[in-house]
């Protein structure tokens, strides 16, 4: 039983999988610092608002915190944004690329004088029964 387990384990699919966990958790900790310490004083400064993440509004007496959903939405957009144009498109252009194949060698021809398709090794029309040269 270990050695299926050990076999699952180490298939490539469970490997790949992992690694693009691993490896999306650390560039979603690199775009959410990227949002928070860069996008965000920009955006702060355009909109004369001194920092987003303290954006707050109070409704009897309850307090939303709306700018961190602000910096959570960009880093969002951001991340997904990314995951779209440098993995799903280059992956789908490659996929598409290699479902090409070259056209199949035709199997039949037309008669010159019925235009009905007929065998390309035939020597005479099966509809009309004239000669093909």
Do not use: W
């Amino acid at each position: 039983m270990f050695k299926d387990f050990k076999q699952f384990l180490l298939r490539g699919n469970v490997v790949d999988l992992a690694v693009g966990v691993v490896v999306g958790a650390a560039f979603t900790s690199v775009v959410n610092a990227l949002v928070a310490d860069l996008l965000t004083p920009f955006i702060s400064t355009v909109a004369n608002i001194p920092d987003l993440s303290h954006l707050v509004f109070t409704v009897h007496g309850s307090t939303f915190a709306y700018g961190h959903l602000l910096n959570a939405l960009i880093s969002f957009v951001l991340v997904a944004s990314t995951v779209f144009f440098f993995v799903v498109k280059p992956i789908n252009v490659l996929v598409s690329r290699s479902r090409r194949q070259p056209p199949a060698d035709p199997t039949t021809k037309k008669c010159p004088e019925c235009m009905s398709e007929i065998p390309i090794q035939a020597k005479r029309c099966s509809h009309c029964t004239q000669v093909i040269a």
